[in-house]
């Protein structure tokens, strides 16, 4: 079992596999973790209803931002991929221009659209229309951290990939409430 095992890491491409599954595998506990803290600390601040009016609220903000991204962020890793092996890194650098520039638009459209119609989408979820017009704000940026992290999928850098899509978030909700205090 041992020479198996030996065997099966001297071959590259599960050696590659097996580290950067290993170290993804590690991250994703890491951010069930966190997200569970920070689920925990939300409650306790807030109560029962401030951590719903948070779910529900950062629940709108995700489907305006999937909708601002037209599926641009995942759309991106095959071309990236691609570029990267054929070291075409200014192909990367002009195809990320283009998907910046349309995802702008796309998220600054959806932003209007979520803090115009603000009270009409409080009623449908019953959220605070105020957190509704503040995550309104986050829709781009939001759509811009989404699609950064992506790219770094696409370059096959799986552990920062890795911890910016499962725990960057909820350490920096995290960081970001513990100051409040």
Known sequence: MKKKIQKALKDKDFAELFKKGGTSFFIRIGGQVLGFLLTLIIANYFGAKGLGDYVLSIVVLRIFTLISKLGMDTFSIRFIASFANQDKWKSIQLFRKKIVLLLTVTSLISSLLMYFFAFDISNLVQAK?????????????????????????????????????????????????????
Request: glycine content about 2%; charged content about 15%.
């Open 129 to 181: 229309v105020e957190h509704i017009r503040l995550n309104a704000f986050f829709v781009l940026p939001m759509a811009f951290f989404m699609l950064h992290y992506q790219s770094l999928r696409g370059l096959k850098r799986i552990a920062e990939f890795s911890f910016f899509y499962r725990m960057s978030q909820a350490t920096f909700s995290i960081i970001s409430t513990q100051m409040k205090q």
